[in-house]
């Protein structure tokens, strides 16, 4: 099986400017989203309560709503979560309010709201660990059962902001700082430019669609960062072995020769990995579901920015054969150099 | 060219066997166990333990897999919860007899391995689950340094009088201003004095002197090496003071953790009830020093005729008998600074009490004027109170006594002093984050996480078959050799696997695959460029490592900025992500390289290889297939 018969070079970089209008245009509209509706972060983030309940029955969603509003901690958000019985509920930050106790509270009024009672419940499980938790009962039935509860501190969110902020800041100058040495600055620039407009519009999409932005999102968004960099060293590869391979080609029909070589791969790995991601979206359930769509966004964008972004940028800022061939460490043990020992 | 020397085929299957035997045991599941451990610092699990419960499970009628001694708890593996749950009533019984308020052993169920022991005497372990994948619930506390350091502030301000009192000299008034000792002289000459003295008595501060003329001061800040040092102890306390409550809750692997310079983690597996935990995590156990009532209507009260007198309560000794002991409180757990077991000048038995200067001032007024009569200790907890134990004043006090008593064993003096230091924590902790997760969600989120990873895998093992043939058949082989060598790696370092970890798995798998891809098309153009087979495989794997390493490098620093920054869940996740990026390289060059030596390497006059159709552009074209599948 092939599915790249490619005969000919394509001429991506005759298309490089209205690729990277698209491009703009499309990080352009990230940046408004992001700025007119902002993110909407995880309580990870911003500090908070999380409750997830489970109801015997499909839940009536707007009742439970309408109950904790009724308790007077300010915004809430109430959400399916997953299944229709399953229900989230987001509680911010009070001042006055215990914090460690609002789970609880929520709690024993939903389940106060089905007559029931909050009762300690010890019971061991089926494997045999025993598990002691306030189970609220209704004679012997259950009508709802708290799955998960989180709170975060407000000190613990901007604690972790900053971490963010600093690990992207990381992940950059490390991929740029590499990328210069292994090439050269030019390369740098436009690999991490070409890849961060990948994160702004992960972002983007994050916004425009107020998905949850979690650190499970972050991590993902790193991964994919350093993952989809490693798309741009491919042709950049390329474009340095072409470089001393073909001394007539310009550097316009070398990008193109570069990135006609290495599309096969491209696609193939973006499509092995996407294969991966997909089967957490589909089978990760709703814990690991925005994990996976920030990856998939991120692969996909990836296979655009490295393909025709980085390369056009490095074609913009002027590279050149003389940058890389002159090229110091890669150059001198390169048994592979077909024009080695021709160089003056 | 393309052969691996004897030691490299060697290499690969000792990390082969060495990856099986390490990923075993995750695969056998857990079963019901019963676990016993101590509730009390003082009281050791050891080999003669392990005997009565052997015994007790045997009386009890039931045969457990084994009962092992082994980090100071023993674990007893059982086929079924029904035998578990009648063993565990029945070790119960044989080990802390009627005693239910106050067990000497903590039993509590529990889920051990299902893994044959000859993989446990290999060293070989399952994973950790984390909480999200097990149920249970997770405080981060944050521990209020500030106060620690007030509190050191304050009971040195206390010393330093008392020190400048016995060495006679005047000064003008001590105060502790934030966390420093601020003391007022009115002469030069008494300044330097008292700062000679504080200089070599109390190393801890750093004095210095200010002001002019008749407003002399004395300024004395904790050294920098000091804070740390009062920081590191009230963290430690702390944390000895959780593990005394978390063992009532009697959960069977509580995690107890110092996170950073001053958080301290506590996870309970199993326990979802966080009222309750909150509630023993939280509760401020106080010590009161109290005089005991011997007076003639106390007697009468004791005795049951008459009512207890006015001023008075009425509490229970340690051995269950009544004893009245007055309201006022002489002093209180707060002025205690330390409790220790020891012995006393005849070789008995005692516990050497240290309070502060403040608490020696008061203990010497009083002991003076009761010598002979009985001074109780009390213990509240949750509101009630417990005499720990009442002693007889037979001298006067200063700031270090002990408390002997004629019957005291050594066992009971050190429990004495546990009870005395425990009591309370060194400084104020307030959770700062809180997770509860469900046990039946764990299980769901264990079995979504197994199943991404079990479909995304076999999606890229296919379509790699398919599209590269018997080269995608080596592609995949590698795939779940790396998947079976990080398991291992994993296993090896009894990493905490969390639902992070899994998704990180299947991305590291998702990505692994990469380097086959890479390999396999530079193998496929070699042969487009007309190379012979041999020598395109050579040359596909020569040329291709330099881009792996590359990509990896990437990714590498990407996983490294989650490690250096993350916190638990992406640290979870970063954690796999790289290794899986290592042994991924391992897989992916070495291991699938030394497949196809094996397959190809040794055919002197290999025609073609099974990589798929190596397509040749122009009029070549129709000759592509040959070049496959064409031996």
Known sequence: ?344 | MNRYPLWKYALLLVALLVGLIYTLPNLFGEAPAVQVSSAKVTVRVDDTVRQRVEQAITQAGVTPDFVHLEAGSIRARFHDTDAQIKAKDAIAKALNGDETSDPTYIVALNLVSRSPEWLTALHAFPMYLGLDLRGGVHFLMQVDMKAALTKKAESMAADVRTMLRDKNIRHAGISREGNDVAINFRDEATRTQAQNLLRDQVPDFAWVPSGAGTELRLTGSLTPKAVVAVQDAAIKQNITTLHNRVNELGVAEPVILQQGRDRVVVQLPGVQDTAKAKDIIGRTATLELRMVDDSAEATAALSGTGPVPFGTERFTEKGGAPIIVKRQVVLTGDNLNDAQPGFDQDHNPSVNLKVDAKGARIMKDVSRESIGKRMAIILFEKGKGQVVTAPVIRGELGNSFSITGGSMSAQEASDTALLLRAGSLAAPMEIIEERTIGPSLGKENIDKGIASVTWGFVAVAIFMCLYYMMFGVFSAVALGFNLLLLLAVLSMLQATLSLPGIAAIALVLGMAIDANVLINERVREELRAGLAPQQAIHAGYERAWATILDSNVTTLIAGLALLAFGSGPIKGFAVVHCLGIVTSMISSVMFSRGLVNLWYGRRKRLKAVSIGTVWKPGPAAAADDTAAEAQ
């Open chain 1, 1 to 344: 099986m092939e599915f790249f018969r490619i005969k000919r070079d394509i001429p991506f970089m005759k298309h490089a400017l209205i690729l990277n209008a698209v491009s703009f245009l499309t990080f352009i509209a990230a940046v408004f989203f992001l700025v007119t509706k902002g993110l909407h972060f995880s309580i990870e983030f911003t500090g908070g309560t999380v409750v997830e309940v489970q109801y015997a029955q499909a839940a009536d969603i707007n009742r439970t709503r309408h109950i904790v509003e009724q308790m007077g901690f300010g915004e809430i958000q109430v959400t399916n979560f997953g299944t229709a019985r399953d229900v989230m509920i987001r509680l911010p930050i009070k001042p006055g309010v215990k914090q460690d106790q609002v789970a609880g509270q929520v709690f024993s009024a939903l389940c106060k709201a089905d007559q029931g009672q909050v009762v300690a419940h010890k019971e061991v499980t089926p494997q045999g660990e025993s598990v002691e938790r306030q189970a609220c009962a209704v004679g012997a039935a259950e009508p709802l059962k708290m799955t998960r509860s989180e709170l975060v501190g407000p000190s613990v969110g901007a604690e972790l902001a900053h971490d963010a902020a600093m690990a992207l800041g990381f992940t950059v100058i490390g991929i740029m700082l590499y990328l210069a040495f292994r090439f050269e600055w030019k390369f740098a620039v436009a690999g991490i430019i070409a890849n961060l407009h990948d994160v702004v519009i992960i972002l983007g999409f994050f916004a425009y669609f107020q998905w949850e932005f979690s650190l499970a999102v972050l991590a993902a968004i790193l991964a994919v960062l350093g993952y989809s960099v490693n798309e741009s060293v491919v042709i950049f590869d390329r474009i340095r072995e072409a470089f001393r391979k073909y001394r007539k080609l310009n550097t316009h029909e070398i990008i193109d020769h570069a990135i006609t070589s290495t599309i096969s791969r491209t696609i193939i790995t973006h499509g092995s990995t996407q294969m991966m991601v997909l089967s957490m979206l589909l089978f990760g359930g709703p814990t690991l579901h925005y994990f996976a769509v920030a990856l998939t966004i991120g692969i996909l964008f990836g296979i655009y920015s490295s393909v025709f972004v980085a390369a056009a940028i490095a074609m913009w800022l002027g590279v050149k054969r003389e940058d890389l061939v002159k090229a110091g460490p890669a150059k001198q043990g390169d048994p592979d150099d077909p024009n080695a020992g021709a160089v003056v």
